[in-house]
């Protein structure tokens, strides 16, 4: 705040000020150029920017008795109207203080009604509750608090050192349920692959027995097709040999020739009728 006495002055963009005749609000003064007389008129000038103000760090109690170390930050700034800067003057004495220590009576009540395990993950939560209550004061000042932070939250040295003890013992934990998790999934891999190969194998068996069937029936078929009659022409030949041999009639017919053997010295014959032909072999 700065005050005004001689009787041309003016006032910059972010600045909004109030004229007092002998002691009584008068009226608002925007930025420009402005008069007064002086010993008659003051002008009072207010800045209309954000402030950026420290919340000093200070010890609380959390709902479980610990007791921790906070410190915040936050932005305030006069509301630009015209009420609002005569509450600025009017209303409050010092503004700037005044929502300081309004922040830190609120962030300790915030602390209170929080665990230090919740406190530690609190923080978006705490700044948004302390700006609204702030808000709700803060408006009959002439304030708009924009915006709050929670900077520090510092346990004591003790809880800190069983904090990181507990994390080291968490990181190991799941560094460990980690390598048996690889290892179960490097054993599954293993015994699919295995499995995978076994029917693999079994599949290739298949196929060689198939291929050894399919050849066994086409040799077979081929047997059936050029042997059978080429095998019954030779058993023929091969009896008509004995029956040489032995001194056999043979008959010849219409569908070939048929040996006959001597039942003892006489000769019998094999025929199919009138059209049958004798050969007879004296003994």
Known sequence: MRTIYGPIFTLRPYERGIQETLGKYSHFIMPGLGLQIPLINITRVRDIREHTMDIEPQPVITKDNVEILVDGIMWVRPTADEE???????????????????????????FGELSLDESLVAREKIATNLQRILNTFAVEW???????????????????????????????????????????????????????????????????AQGKAEAIRLVNEAAQQYFVGNAQTLKQLEMIETSLRENS???????????????????????????GHEVKNAR
């Open 249 to 275: 009639k043979i008959v010849i017919t219409e569908h070939g020739i048929s040996p006959t053997l001597l039942l003892g010295s006489f000769p019998v014959s094999v025929s199919d009728g009138n059209n």
């Open 84 to 110: 609002g800067i005569k509450r600025t003057f009017y209303n409050i004495d010092d503004w700037k203080r005044a929502i300081i220590q309004l922040a830190m009576t609120n962030l300790r009540q915030e």
């Open 142 to 208: 002439g304030l708009t608090v924009s915006k709050v932070e929670i900077r520090l939250i510092d346990p004591p040295d003790d809880i800190k050192k069983a904090m990181h003890k507990q994390k080291t013992a968490e990181q190991e934990r799941r560094s460990m349920r980690l390598l048996a998790t690889g290892e179960f999934e490097a054993a599954e891999q293993h015994k699919l692959a295995i499995i995978q190969r076994a029917e693999g194998e079994r599949e290739a068996v298949i196929q060689v």
